[in-house]
C-alpha cells in the first residue's frame, strides 16, 4: 500500500532528533490515538529563515515518512513560507499515501504550524488572538501525560481555567510524586507563557 519513497523516508528518515534550546517547538498527536510528533526549529532572528528543523517520532511508517518529508520542505524557508506548505504538498512529495494515512501528513503540518506560532510568540511577534479561557484550555490539550499519551484536560488533571488580568489560574489535580510532573509543568509554561497578553501563571495542585 505505500509508495517505494514512503519505505525509503521510513527506514532512512531525515532530521531526526532533537534541537538543544529550540527556538520553537510543539508536541501534535496522542499516543492513545497511535501517532505523536515533537517538532523543534532554530530560526534566524534577522531573516526568519527556519535554519534547522528536527522531529522525534511515534507511530506508524507514513507518520515517520510524511515529518521527514515536512521537514525537508521547511528547511531553508521564511516561517512565512513555511506557513503555506499544506498536507497536500507532503503527500505529492511522497508519490500518494493511502487514504486512511492522509491524517499523518495533516499532523506533521499541525505540528510544524505549533512550532512557528511557539517561536512567534517568543519572540513577541505572534498575531495577537483573543485571549479567553477557551484559547488557555486549547493549548492546555496539547500537553501530554506520557505516561497514558493523553493530553491534560481529557485526563481530568486540569479541574479549572481563570483568567485575572493576564494571570492564568489552573486548578492542577496531580500529585508532586507523578512521574512526569516536572515535564507537564515545564510544558504547561511552554504552551500558555508567551500567549501575548498572560502575565503569569500560577498553579493550585490537588493530590
Do not use: W
Amino acid at each position: 500500500m505505500y509508495s517505494k519513497k514512503v519505505i525509503k523516508y521510513f527506514t532512512h528518515p531525515k532530521n531526526v532528533g532533537e534541537i538543544k534550546n529550540a527556538d520553537g517547538k510543539s508536541t501534535e498527536g496522542s499516543l492513545a490515538c497511535g501517532d505523536i510528533v515533537h517538532i523543534y526549529i532554530k530560526v534566524d532572528p534577522k531573516t526568519h529563515v527556519i535554519r534547522d528543523i528536527k522531529f522525534k517520532s511515534y507511530g506508524c511508517a507514513a507518520n515517520i515518512a510524511t515529518t521527514s518529508v515536512m521537514t525537508e520542505l521547511a528547511k531553508g524557508k521564511t516561517i512565512e513560507q513555511a506557513k503555506n506548505i499544506k498536507f497536500s504538498d507532503i503527500t505529492k512529495a511522497l508519490g500518494g499515501l493511502p487514504p486512511v494515512k492522509i491524517h499523518c501528513s495533516v499532523l506533521a503540518i499541525d505540528g510544524l504550524k505549533s512550532a512557528i506560532r511557539n517561536y512567534e510568540e517568543k519572540h513577541g511577534i505572534a498575531k495577537e488572538e483573543d485571549l479567553d479561557e477557551g484559547l488557555i484550555r486549547s493549548r492546555l490539550r496539547r500537553v501530554m501525560d506520557p505516561s497514558v499519551g493523553r493530553d491534560i484536560v481529557s485526563l481530568g488533571i486540569v479541574q479549572s481555567v481563570k483568567l485575572d488580568k493576564g494571570m492564568v489560574k489552573l486548578l492542577l489535580k496531580i500529585p508532586k510524586k507523578h512521574r512526569f510532573f516536572k515535564h507537564i509543568m515545564e510544558d504547561i509554561e511552554e504552551k500558555i507563557a508567551y500567549i501575548p497578553g498572560v502575565k503569569g501563571i500560577e498553579r493550585e495542585l490537588l493530590d
